[in-house]
C-alpha cells in the first residue's frame, strides 16, 4: 500500500507535544534558506473528502469493517435474568389465592392441585373432552362437585383429570398452572403403578423371586406397552387429536404416551385410593397377565421345598381379591396378606435361636418397637410381636445363609416391597413440601435422596449392619470388602421398610424414614 500526503516540506523535524489539548503539528526550521518562518496547524476534513488512500480514511473503513464482521452478543435466556423478588404482601396473596392451599384435611390433594385457578381456556378443555375421558374409564358423567361434601376427594377429580390430559407436547401446556400440574401428577403416579404392581404380583406368585415378578411388571406398564393399553381404553384420541397414534414413530408417540398413563392414575390414586387403580388397569384397559409376552424369560429357579400360607396355596388370586380384601376388625395387622405374602410360615422354626436372644432386642430398641397398638384381645398384642421378630430376622437374612435350601428364607421379597413403598413415600414428602417445584425437579431431588449408597449408609449410622446373618463363607470376605458389604447393608435397609409397611402400614414407614434414619440428613447436590 503507498502512502502519500499533499504536504512535503524539505527538511523538517517533526515534534508531538502531548501537553497540549490540541493535536499540532509544530516544525523547527534548521535553515534559514526557505525564507520566513510560518506555522501549520492541524485542520479537521471531512473524512468522506479524504483522498482514496488516505491513512485517516483507511483507520475509518477498518473500523466500520470490523463493526459489521463482529458476531453480536447472544441476549442471555429469560431463565438467567434476575427478577425482582416479589414483596410479601403480592406472595402472600399469590399462595392464599391458590386452590394447593384449599384442602386442609387432604394436603397431599391439596399439594398436586394446580397452584393457580383454572381460566376459560382450561374450562374450555373440559366441557369439550371431560365427558369423552369419563366414559372411556367409566365414570359417572356429571361433574365432579355433586360427589358429597367437602371431606370427599373425588369433588377434585374433574381437575386432576384435565391435568392428567395435558401432556408436554399439546396446546395447552405453555400455562404454567398446567404444565407444573400435570408433571406433578406424574411424578406421583409413576410410584403408585409400581407400588400397586410389586403388591399384587407379591400376592399372585408367592413362591417367586422378584427378579421374574419384575419382568412381568414392565411387560405390562413399561413404556413400550402403554400405547397398546391407551388404545383399548379408547382415549388415544385425547393424547393425540390432530394426529393417527398409529403412524407415529415411537419417539413421538412413547413420551406423551407415559406422560398420561402415569398422570392418569396418579389422579385416580389421589382421589379414590388403590383399590380403584386395579379396577381401571384390569376392567379398563384390559391388562391380561397370562399372556404370553407378559411371561418371564425362562430361567434355572431354585426348587421351593417350603410352603406357604393356606390362602395362597393351591390357587392364583386376582385382581379383584387384592383389590377388595379388606383385613377383619381383629386381624392382627394392617396389611396380613402383604406380610404373608413375603415372610413364609416356616420361620416360626427361627424362634428362639441365638440371634434371637442376641440382637433382635437391640434392633427394636434402635427401630422403636413394638409399636402400641390397642387391641382388644391382649393375644393379638402378643402374636404381632411375634411376628415382627420373625419378620425382622428374616429382613436381616443374608441370601447366603439359607436361600439354596429354602429359597425364600431372604430378605429378597421383603427388600423388592421396601424400594417401592419408600420411592412412594418420599414422592409423597416431596410433593407437600415444594408446592412450587416441576415434576421434573422433583424427580431429580427424589432420585438423589434415595440412592442406595445413602440408604446403606443411614442403616449404618445406626450400627445396625453388626447384625446381618453371614453364612460361614461370606463372613470373611464382607468383613474386610466395603464393596461387597454396602449392597448388603442397603438391602437390608430396603426390608426393614418393607416389613414395616406390610405390619404396620405406611405411617411407620413414614416414621422410620423421616424420624429413625433421618432420609433427608444427606442433602442433595443442587438441581
Known sequence: MELCSTFKPNSFDLSFSSSSPHFSLKPHIKSSNLGPKFHVLAVTIDPKELPQNSPQRLLKELSERKKIVSPKRKVPPKRFILKPPLDDVKLTERFLNSPQLSLKSFPLLSSCLPCSRLNNADKTWIDEYLVEAKQCLGYPLESSESYGGDDNPAKQFDTL????????????????????????????????????MCEFFLQRYPRESPGPMRERVYALIGKRYMPKWIKNASLQNLIFPYDDMDKLKRLDREP???????????????????????????????????????????????????????????????????????PPEETLFAHPRVFRACVPPGMHRFR??????????????????????????????????????????????????????????????????????????????????????PGRWLQERHRRLVMNKFCGRYLREKNLHRYIIYSEEVQDAFEHNRRLRNPATTSVQQAI????????????????MFEVFDFEQIQPKAV
Open 497 to 512: 421398610h418393607g416389613l414395616s409397611y406390610a405390619i404396620y402400614g405406611k405411617p411407620d414407614v413414614r416414621r422410620l
Open 256 to 326: 406423551p404416551v407415559k406422560s398420561v398413563f402415569w398422570a392418569l392414575f396418579g389422579a385416580i390414586y389421589l382421589c379414590f385410593g388403590m383399590p380403584e387403580v386395579y379396577r381401571v388397569l384390569f376392567e379398563v384397559f384390559g391388562m391380561d397377565l397370562e399372556a404370553e409376552d407378559c411371561q418371564p424369560k425362562l430361567r434355572r429357579q431354585l426348587e421351593d421345598v417350603d410352603y406357604v400360607s393356606v390362602e395362597y396355596e393351591g390357587r392364583k388370586l386376582s385382581w379383584q381379591d387384592v383389590a377388595s380384601y379388606k
Open 352 to 437: 428362639g435361636n441365638v440371634w434371637d436372644y442376641t440382637s433382635r432386642p437391640q434392633v427394636m430398641q434402635t427401630l422403636g418397637y413394638p409399636l402400641t397398638m390397642n387391641d382388644r384381645i391382649p393375644e393379638i398384642t402378643e402374636a404381632r410381636n411375634i411376628e415382627l421378630g420373625l419378620g425382622l430376622q428374616l429382613a436381616f437374612l443374608h441370601p447366603s445363609k439359607y436361600k439354596f435350601e429354602h429359597p425364600r428364607f431372604c430378605f429378597e421379597r421383603l427388600e423388592y416391597l421396601g424400594q417401592k413403598i419408600q420411592d412412594l413415600v418420599m414422592a409423597e414428602r416431596l410433593l407437600m413440601k415444594h408446592l412450587d417445584a
Open 161 to 196: 383429570l384435565y391435568l392428567a390430559f395435558q401432556h408436554p407436547k399439546c396446546e395447552r401446556t405453555n400455562a404454567r398452572h398446567v404444565r407444573s400440574g400435570h408433571s406433578r401428577l406424574g411424578f406421583l403416579g409413576e410410584y403408585v403403578l409400581e407400588l400397586a
